[in-house]
């Protein structure tokens, strides 16, 4: 089994910058990917961001493209997703999710962290 669990959530006012962590246990050499997805207010669960664990492969959702960095560190087993010029509509429950096979599901995902951008 693999745990993840996020981190690093908060109140950011908009253009404000946020890093959000997820540090992974357990089974974590077995896992292929790490992604970030997040749920806002009345919407579904969408796609931000995900990394190789080998960091060869890298996607971002296009709302986060170009203000977005997803990066991690083997020695800590840890997914790190920094979000520059943040917006009022990026404010929702943020989740770290991995998954042991690219056309696997994702089946461990954390028990998110809030993140809200208002002034």
């Known amino acids: 089994q693999v745990q993840v669990a996020e981190s690093g959530g908060g109140l950011v006012q908009p253009g404000g910058s946020l890093r959000l962590s997820c540090a992974a246990s357990?089974?974590?050499?077995?896992?292929?990917?790490m992604g970030w997805f997040r749920r806002a207010p009345g919407k579904e669960r969408e796609f931000v961001a995900r990394?190789?664990?080998?960091?060869?492969?890298?996607d971002y959702a296009e709302p986060v493209k170009g203000r977005s960095s997803i990066s991690r560190d083997k020695a800590t087993n840890t997914v790190y997703l920094e979000m520059l010029s943040l917006k009022p509509e990026d404010t929702a429950v943020y989740y770290c999710a991995a998954r042991t096979a690219f056309r696997g599901s994702w089946g461990y995902w954390g028990q998110g962290t809030q993140v809200t951008v208002s002034s």
């Open positions: 357990g089974r974590s050499f077995s896992v292929y990917d």
């Open positions: 990394i190789t664990w080998s960091g060869t492969s890298i």
